[in-house]
């Protein structure tokens, strides 16, 4: 098998576009909760009740996580079949289109617009399997936890930045003329360089290509895929109660922001922009030198755990600056426990597999992330702690679920052909 020599240049293009995408995504953060909590923004009538406006809320979030289910693995196994570079042009397009429709929604107060919006990002919205496919490609077992991690640095730099822009983007004390829609016409513009650096700089890193099929009902087929590999069912279960946890927090925390502590747009976009700093310091700082002292499953015996006792203790503060004493340990607990999950997988699948393995894994994740804010949507009008107390709870649970089943003995590995 020919391998892959990327050097440093090559990893440092591939981060680079997925810091942009989420430079893009993190800018939308702050405003989504607003735009149906807030009674000023005018989405909807004021007559709503809470109820009926987190349920909705929740449905509008769900639909960009439900379409990448069908989308993602789509994009994935053509990634293997067509290479990295051209999915991750398409899939980065329907980004553009997506924010653009959005942006006008809100500019028209159409929730069709908003939805249709988010189902077009979510159906093309599986630019990140595709990239750590690139990443996969490039890097041996020793090194994948350590890049996978560096990716989770983009990831967080785009956090950091990204919400801080957007709340500023959306207040009019800043700009007169700054509205709700003004951080997604800037993502959009955004997405834009992207396209043009993927096209001018971005490597095609796929060496080997395979015809896997590809279909519509993909995603499901992968869900029943992941827990049929005898070898994979354990870590896929982990890695889906992980995700359905930790999107429980961070797809209602801005509601728990605004009830119990009234915070605005600019306010969130700084929560999210301080948790993206030290989930950038975890995977570029931390994750580094532990990947060269512990293996990826001695890592998952620990951090989970942590990540669900410190969630919990998010209850606790009565006033916000407390939260931040805690964010931290969040963030870097959380920063250990996915790329390292990621790396399991990864390696327990072939090099050449890599794209159809990272496609089942989006299925796995788009899955998990598709429930949560509809249950939120639907339990947060009884008290907005809820969805953090489920957060913590599930969590925890997949660390037991780790601890107790996950066998370090290596089977076969998974291999499309």
């Known amino acids: ?90 899939s980065i397009a329907g980004t553009l289109i997506g924010d653009l429709i959005f942006a006008l929604g809100i500019m028209l107060n159409s929730i069709v617009l908003l939805f249709i919006g988010r189902i077009i990002d979510g159906l093309t919205g599986g630019n990140i399997s595709v990239a750590l496919s690139a990443i996969a490609d490039v890097s041996d077992e020793k090194s994948k936890a350590r890049n996978f991690g560096m990716v989770g640095m983009a990831f967080g730099f785009g956090l950091i930045i990204g919400p801080y822009i957007g709340g500023l983007l959306a207040n009019p004390a800043i700009v007169h003329w700054f509205t709700s829609a003004t951080p997604f016409w800037f993502a959009a513009i955004l997405t834009v360089v992207n396209i043009v650096l993927l096209v001018c700089t971005f490597p095609e890193t796929l060496l080997t290509r395979i015809e896997s099929k590809i279909s519509l009902l993909t995603g499901f087929r992968n869900i029943s895929k992941a827990f049929k590999l005898s070898n994979m069912r354990v870590m896929f279960l982990v890695i889906f109660l992980l995700a359905f946890g930790f999107n429980f927090f961070t797809q209602f925390v801005q509601v728990y922001l605004i009830e119990k502590f009234q915070y605005t747009e600019f306010q969130i976009g700084n929560f999210f922009a301080f948790i993206g700093f030290w989930i950038a310091f975890a995977q570029g700082v931390v994750t580094r030198p532990v990947s060269k002292h512990f293996s990826p499953d001695k890592v998952l015996r620990f951090a989970p755990l942590l990540l669900g006792m410190m969630l919990a203790l998010l209850l606790l503060p009565t006033k916000p600056v407390y939260l931040y004493f805690i964010l931290p340990f969040v963030a870097i607990f959380q920063g250990l426990t996915f790329p390292n999950s990621t790396a399991i997988i990864s390696n327990l699948s072939s090099r050449d597999s890599q794209g159809e393995i990272m496609g089942i894994n989006q299925s796995i994740q788009s899955l998990a992330q598709t429930i949560p804010p509809i249950i939120a949507g639907l339990i947060s009008s009884i008290s907005f702690s809820l969805p953090i107390i489920v957060a913590s709870i599930i969590t925890i649970i997949a660390w037991l679920i780790f601890m107790i089943f996950y066998g370090r003995k290596k089977e076969e590995a998974f291999h499309e052909v």
């Open 1 to 90: 098998m020919k391998q892959n020599t990327c050097g440093r240049a090559c990893k440092l293009s591939i981060f680079f576009v997925i810091f942009l995408d989420m430079l893009g995504v993190g800018i939308v953060v702050p405003v989504l909760a607003s735009l149906f909590l807030d009674p000023l923004k005018g989405i909807l009538p004021s007559t709503f009740a809470l109820s009926l406006k987190t349920l909705l809320y929740g449905l509008l979030i769900a639909a960009y996580p439900f379409m990448q289910f069908f989308g993602a693995p789509i994009l994935g196994a053509m990634s293997d079949r067509y290479g990295r570079k051209k999915v991750l042009l398409v």
